[in-house]
């Protein structure tokens, strides 16, 4: 099982620093080469470049007022959920099927419902 992640490209895991612009301000973002990957593939779903989905999901963390603490853990977590929405078929898996015509609140329902049902499952097994 572990030789699908040890011989796996060794570039996946080698970090790279960007720079960008949030709100005039500059900064930088480190994060391994795998998680550019994915913020490229979901920037292109859109029609953005990486940078603008970046400060698209800092703007609209800050407007629902989530706590930024560790921005780059949020856009790696941001990546897994994606490939895990794809994954359990929540999401198109076609590059060119725009993410702003998913139907976000019901597949957040859905994921709502199985956490719930989760949940209860395990507080019987108990």
């Known amino acids: 099982m572990c030789q699908l992640f040890i011989d796996a490209e060794s570039d996946l895991w080698t970090s790279k620093t960007r720079s960008l612009r949030i709100d005039g301000v500059a900064t930088s973002v480190r994060m391994e080469n795998f998680?550019?990957?994915v913020?490229?593939?979901i920037a292109r779903r859109d029609?953005?470049?990486t940078n603008q989905v970046i400060t698209r999901l800092?703007?609209?963390s800050i407007d629902a007022e989530h706590d930024l603490g560790n921005?780059?853990?949020f856009l790696r977590v941001c990546c897994g959920r994606y490939l895990a929405l794809m994954a359990d078929g929540?999401?198109?898996t076609r590059i060119s099927d725009p993410l702003a015509a998913e139907?976000?609140?019901n597949i957040l329902a859905r994921e709502a419902a199985r956490r719930l049902h989760k949940t209860q499952v395990l507080m019987r097994a108990q």
């Open 35 to 37: 998680f550019w990957q």
């Open 39 to 41: 913020l490229k593939e």
């Open 47 to 49: 029609g953005m470049t």
């Open 58 to 60: 800092y703007f609209e």
């Open 71 to 73: 921005f780059t853990s």
């Open 90 to 92: 929540e999401i198109s």
């Open 103 to 105: 139907d976000s609140k």
